[in-house]
C-alpha cells in the first residue's frame, strides 16, 4: 500500500526546494481542511506556506483544474496523480498551458478514499490507473504487480439498456439536478468563460433547475467533453445529489477510444481526438 506519509514529506521537500531555487513562482497541492477527510485545494506560494501542505487517502482535488487561473508564462509546480497528470497532458495538447513551465510532482498512489462514503475509490469512478502518466519528479514508488479491472467495467448494466430505458433513466438522474455547478466547478476541462448555460446572448437554456433546462445543461456539458474527459471521477463526487455522471463520461470515452484508438491525456504527442481529423478515422461517428 501507498506510505501517504512519505509522498507528503517528499512533496514538502520539493516544494520547498523549488520554491526557494526561485524555479517557480506557486506549488499547487492540497493543504489541511477542517478534519483530515477533508483536506483543500491549495496553493503554497513562499516557503513558509509549504508546511500546510498535506497529502492523505482524501486529497481527490484534480489540481489541473487550477491551472488555467494563472496568466500564461506563470512557472507552476503541480501535485499530480494518474488521472490529474492526463488532464495536465490534456491542457497542454489543447495550449491552454505550456509544459516548458510546468514542474510536475506525479504521486503514484493507490487506496484513495470518497470522503463521502469511506470507500476505496476504483475503477468505478476514477481511470483505474495507480502511476502518473507525465512527471519531473517521481514522489513515490510507482505502483506495480496490483491488478486494476477496466475501467468501462462498470458500464456493463447500463450498455445492457435499450435506448428508451437509457432515456429514462438519465431523466430521472437529471431531473435530480440542483444546478449547483459543482460538476463544472470540478472538472479540469470546464474552463469556459462564459460557460455556455451562463450567456444570455444567445440564450442556450434556462438556469432553472427544471427538466428540459437540466437535460440542455448536462447533454451540451456530456458532448463538449467528448474526448477530453480523463476519467478523474471528480464530477461525481462533486455532485450533492449523487448523479452517476462518471457514466455518462465512460460511455462517450469508450466510444471514442474505440473509434479512433486513443484515450484522452495518454500522450503528449496527441491532439485531441475530435480536433485531428486523420483518412484512417471510423466514420460511425456520423452514422
Known amino acids: 500500500m501507498t506510505d501517504f506519509k512519505k509522498i507528503e514529506e517528499n512533496l514538502k521537500t520539493e516544494s520547498r526546494r523549488l520554491l526557494k531555487e526561485g524555479l517557480v513562482t506557486v506549488v499547487l497541492a492540497y493543504g489541511k ?5 477533508h483536506p483543500m485545494p491549495y496553493a503554497a506560494k513562499t516557503i513558509a506556506d509549504v508546511d500546510s501542505i498535506v497529502f492523505n487517502e482524501y486529497c481527490n482535488y ?3 483544474r487550477y491551472l488555467v487561473r494563472y496568466p500564461q508564462g506563470t512557472k507552476i509546480a503541480i501535485a499530480v496523480k494518474a488521472a490529474d497528470s492526463r488532464a495536465v497532458i490534456q491542457l497542454i495538447q ?5 509544459r516548458e513551465n510546468l514542474v510536475i510532482l ?18 468505478k469512478t476514477t481511470c483505474g490507473m495507480y502511476n ?24 456493463a448494466e447500463y450498455e445492457k439498456m435499450d435506448k428508451d430505458a437509457r432515456w429514462e433513466f438519465w431523466k430521472g438522474q437529471l431531473d435530480k439536478c440542483i444546478r449547483c455547478y459543482a460538476c463544472r466547478k470540478a472538472c479540469p476541462m470546464c474552463y469556459c468563460d462564459p460557460c455556455f448555460i451562463d450567456q444570455s446572448k444567445p440564450k442556450w437554456a434556462d438556469k432553472e433547475p427544471q427538466s428540459p433546462g437540466n437535460m440542455m445543461y448536462h447533454l451540451t456539458r456530456f458532448h463538449h467533453l467528448a474526448g477530453r ?11 450533492p445529489v449523487d448523479i452517476p455522471l462518471y457514466l455518462f463520461h ?19 504527442e496527441d491532439k485531441p481526438v475530435l480536433v485531428d481529423f486523420r483518412v484512417e478515422d471510423s466514420d460511425k461517428i456520423l452514422e
Open 229 to 239: 474527459c480523463i476519467d478523474c471521477g471528480e464530477c461525481s463526487r462533486a455532485c
Open 62 to 64: 484534480n489540481m489541473a
Open 106 to 123: 506525479g504521486i503514484p498512489v493507490q487506496g484513495m478514499k470518497n470522503p463521502k462514503t469511506g470507500e476505496v475509490i476504483d475503477s
Open 132 to 155: 502518473p502518466v507525465l512527471y519531473d519528479i517521481l514522489l513515490g514508488e510507482e505502483v506495480h504487480g496490483v491488478k486494476s479491472a477496466s475501467p468501462y467495467d462498470v458500464l
Open 94 to 98: 489543447e495550449e491552454k498551458v505550456k
Open 33 to 37: 481542511g477542517f478534519d483530515e477527510n
Open 250 to 268: 465512460k460511455k462517450v470515452a469508450k466510444e471514442c477510444e474505440e473509434m479512433f484508438n486513443q484515450a484522452a491525456g495518454m500522450s503528449i
